[in-house]
């Protein structure tokens, strides 16, 4: 044997005993020093979605909001409208090696669904897809780096919605948090656009997190009002009165933005130049049909068909402008380039539909009506008639989210003196909109339905472009004064008193 070599042979049995111990025990701290950290890594004490930023496409009620889904309470849920596809997103904050994905169903679960994981909130890439879902607790090993992580289902397991007791996102963080601003904390009612909605500026604000329009001058360290005002009674409303600017495009500058001829077709009011490009930049440079010159707005909403016929709304339509809170001193104007969407294109629950309506489609003394009528009397004088009204309290932070509704909310009745109050998520109280759109259609209306669908799918889109001084002498001279203001000085319902308020060149005077 070489001097300075070692040899087992030969050695006392005692001697073996220890090596052998000593070899065991270091192969031992080598195979955890090479797995422990990956098992650290996953986090699996803690998601990384636990808490984080989350949006839906939709909501089957205030009672079920996305971040049920990530607040870490297997007892709280997200549930969505009853209609496919629907999806959920959370983001982690920073990019993340997701290697694992947990979904706790409730008795209502995806059959087929996509997990996809994005580092832009835009660009989305399949980690995980089924079609033969069968729900409960499915604990799904993924591989694939990103920011966002997405569950979008295709096909549900009842006629109920998706909905999730907690969606756990486990992985290990790949690069230093980012700064962002955290989107709301609850999604809205419901959405009509796919997640990767447009996102640009138009001038107006910048982006934040994927899909979000930062306001350039957020409103912040604002309560909702809980205040009983004086008069509770009357009238805190004015009218913006507008005519078909443009009709039978298939251009939509919210969901589709640059993208002509994406969408089904609308017919648009207000604003004169509104198309796919259209930024509030170029709406503040062109004409309006309404009566108001500083309203450069932009409203617009599927067209009507009767058959293949289009039917466009004659005449000066009413655009409502009220208070939605019952506190209306807290009402403020809009910021300027605020956008929104209301109502569902994809909405087939004729209830929801009709609860955000005032007296559902109307049509000669026929009311409520959750659908289109299939007849309606043939008098000339008789018209198709919707009022639907879109929610009033804004985050605050936002000019647009992903799904163009999240940063809206309708106010929630606290069903004490207070009434109608914004939610803590949303708590500038804002108008109220209410389209209400008459079409000349009358008789048999078997063929009448919207390009978007039948009756429920009715929707309608808004880009602020009002003048700043004349939208905030109409909030705080008729709304927040408690005031019915109306530029044709009647609506013609009998107990219309004449306006307090009449418009001279582009400003109110009193």
């Known amino acids: 044997?070489?001097?300075?070599s070692l040899s087992l042979r030969g050695a006392p049995r005692s001697r073996l005993f220890v090596l052998a111990g000593i070899v065991v025990a270091l192969a031992g701290f080598l195979g955890w020093f090479a797995t422990g950290p990956l098992h650290l890594a996953s986090a699996d004490d803690k998601p990384l979605s636990q808490g984080k930023p989350v949006t839906a496409s939709s909501l089957e009620g205030q009672g079920y909001p996305a971040k049920a889904a990530v607040d870490g309470d297997p007892k709280t849920r997200w549930s969505s409208a009853f209609s496919d596809p629907q999806w959920i997103q959370v983001d982690l904050g920073a990019p993340a090696a997701v290697g694992r994905v947990v979904l706790n169903w409730e008795r209502a679960y995806a059959t087929a669904f996509e997990l996809q994981v994005s580092v832009d909130g835009t660009n989305w890439r399949q980690v995980?897809?089924?079609t033969t879902g069968t729900g409960g607790t499915q604990n799904l090993s993924v591989s694939g780096l990103g920011r966002y992580v997405r569950m979008y289902g295709t096909k549900r397991s009842s006629g109920y919605g998706f909905s999730l007791w907690e969606l756990q996102v486990f992985g290990s963080s790949s690069a230093p948090a980012t700064a962002t601003v955290n989107p709301p904390s609850s999604a809205s009612q419901s959405a009509t656009a796919q997640p990767t909605g447009g996102t640009g500026t138009g001038g107006t604000g910048g982006t934040g997190a994927a899909g979000y329009?930062?306001?350039p001058n957020p409103v912040t360290n604002v309560k909702p009002s809980h205040e009983v005002p004086p008069n509770k009674g009357g009238f805190h409303e004015f009218q913006a009165n507008c005519s078909v600017s443009r009709t039978n495009l298939g251009d939509d500058p919210i969901v589709f933005p640059g993208l002509a001829g994406a969408s089904h077709l609308h017919t648009f009011m207000g604003n004169t130049t509104t198309n796919a490009a259209t930024t509030i930049d170029s709406l503040t440079k062109g004409q309006t049909t309404c009566k108001a010159k500083g309203d450069l707005s932009a409203y617009w909403m599927p067209t009507l068909l009767n058959g293949d016929t289009v039917v466009n709304p004659v005449g000066l339509q009413t655009i409502y402008y009220k208070a939605g809170v019952s506190d209306y001193r807290s009402v403020r104007a809009f910021p300027k380039g605020l956008r929104f969407v209301v109502g569902n294109a994809k909405n087939t629950d004729a209830d929801r539909f009709l609860a955000a309506t005032e007296e559902g489609f109307e049509c000669g003394d026929s009311y409520k009506n959750k659908n289109i009528?299939?007849?309606c009397p043939a008098e000339r004088s008789v018209q198709?008639?919707?009022r639907y009204q879109a929610p009033s309290c804004w985050d605050g932070l936002h000019l647009d989210s992903p799904d163009h509704q999240s940063h809206m909310s309708y106010p929630v009745d606290t069903h004490t003196a207070s009434g109608w109050v914004c939610p803590d998520s949303h708590p500038v109280a804002v108008p109220k909109l209410e389209f209400k759109m008459a079409w000349p259609v009358n008789g048999d209306m078997s063929k009448v339905r919207f390009t978007s669908g039948a009756?429920?799918?009715?929707?309608?889109?808004?880009?602020n472009?009002?003048?700043d001084r004349t939208l905030a002498a109409m909030v705080d001279g008729c709304i927040v004064a408690a005031r019915q203001c109306d530029p044709?000085?009647?609506d013609g319902r009998d107990d219309q008193q004449p306006a307090p308020y009449v418009l001279n060149e582009q400003y109110l005077l009193p």
């Open 488 to 490: 044709r000085g009647h």
């Open 455 to 463: 009756g429920p799918t009715f929707h309608y889109d808004f880009m």
């Open 384 to 386: 198709l008639n919707i």
């Open 128 to 130: 995980y897809a089924t």
């Open 465 to 467: 472009a009002w003048d």
């Open 1 to 4: 044997m070489r001097s300075g």
């Open 213 to 215: 329009i930062m306001a």
């Open 373 to 375: 009528p299939l007849t």
